[in-house]
């Protein structure tokens, strides 16, 4: 009876089994069957939405996120250093019907429309205030640079700071920048001032190894050393008189150390002709040159104006040797 038993016992579970195989099998087929129905008529997709309404659907969640953020920090285009946005989007996957058609470039653009767009720039600085304004740090420092090589009197004041703004400022070039930060260093006359005139400046002559040629031909009307009503201090240089336009020659061949407006020098060019030695020549109505440009003697460089402190047309000029004034008729006129 035992053995019977045990027969019957196998058999119930043989069958169990087979029924088991069949409803796996059926069941497998079935699933087969729904994903390829569902695969026939549907596609997997992301449903996006931005602040919480449906904008769209898009395919490839991380090639559209990735444009978002490319458009966010600025790439493929110069001078953008970021980009703010007011909300990002947010993505959901679901299934789709085939016929739906996505639309990735509609949602970019919802996404991105009301962007805020920041400019990365630099301003140059003195005793903390804003002077200048450069697109890049190389710039910036090409500035300080030059600035330092020509011993501009305010290179300690001077700074870069990294601005960003929802706006640019008109940039200055290098050169440009350097012209309208120059300050020339302090300079002392030869002698001490006395009694209107500089004592013993007739005599006091250093050779400096250069040929000055006459800039311009006039006639002096204010000497070196001398006081007059319209100056506080004994006067620095020498005036030459002439016409409103006439042409104003380089004294000797040299590089331009600045050249632009300076306060009561009016419109003014300093050349420096090597060895610590300047020619400075003011009140022009018209510069030629610009900073760091060479020049060669007898070489028009401006022309005889009225700009700045003056009563007349004429030619201010000055002869600096390593930032001590001399007077200019002891090297030419």
């Known amino acids: 009876m035992l053995g019977v038993f045990k027969i019957n016992s196998i058999k119930k579970f043989a069958m169990l089994f087979r029924t088991s195989i069949k409803i796996t099998t059926i069941t497998i087929i079935t699933v087969f069957l729904i994903v390829g129905l569902v695969a026939f008529f549907y596609k997997p997709t992301y449903a996006v939405t931005l602040n919480g309404e449906l904008v769209g659907y898009t395919e490839n969640k991380s090639s559209l996120q990735n444009k ?5 920090n600025g790439e493929k285009e110069e001078g953008v250093a970021f980009r ?75 700074g870069i700071l990294e601005k960003y703004d929802t706006s640019t400022k008109e940039f200055t070039s290098v050169e440009k920048c350097v012209s309208k ?34 800039p311009i031909s006039g006639v002096i009307t204010s000497r070196f050393g001398s006081r007059e009503s319209i100056r506080s201090s004994a006067h620095r240089g020498l005036d030459i008189a002439a ?28 050349i420096s002709h090597g060895n610590g030695v300047q020619t400075l020549y003011g009140h022009c109505s018209q510069l030629n040159v610009s900073a760091g440009q060479t020049v ?25 040797i390593n930032g001590v004034l001399y007077n200019p008729q002891n090297y030419v006129y």
């Open 181 to 214: 930060l120059y300050e020339a260093p302090k300079v002392t006359y030869v002698a001490n001032v006395s009694s209107g005139t500089v004592s013993g400046s007739s005599s006091k002559k250093v050779n400096i190894g250069i040929s000055f040629i006459k």
């Open 296 to 320: 060669t003697q007898g070489q028009i460089i401006g022309k005889v104006g009225t700009t700045g402190h003056v009563t007349g047309p004429h030619l201010h000029l000055e002869v600096r």
């Open 84 to 158: 703010q946005i007011d909300a990002m989007p947010e993505y959901t996957l679901c299934l789709l019907k085939k016929d739906i058609v996505t639309n990735d470039d509609e949602i970019y653009a919802k996404v991105t429309q009301d962007g805020t767009q920041y400019y990365k720039y630099y301003a140059i600085t003195e005793s903390g205030k804003e002077k200048v304004y450069v697109s890049t740090f190389e710039e910036a420092e090409k500035v300080l640079s030059k600035l330092k090589t020509k011993n501009s009197a305010n290179q300690k004041k001077l």
């Open 68 to 72: 978002i953020n490319e458009y966010m």
């Open 243 to 270: 016409p409103t336009g006439t042409p104003i020659k380089a004294a000797a061949s040299g590089t331009v150390v600045s050249a632009g407006y300076s306060g009561s020098y009016g419109k003014m060019m300093l």
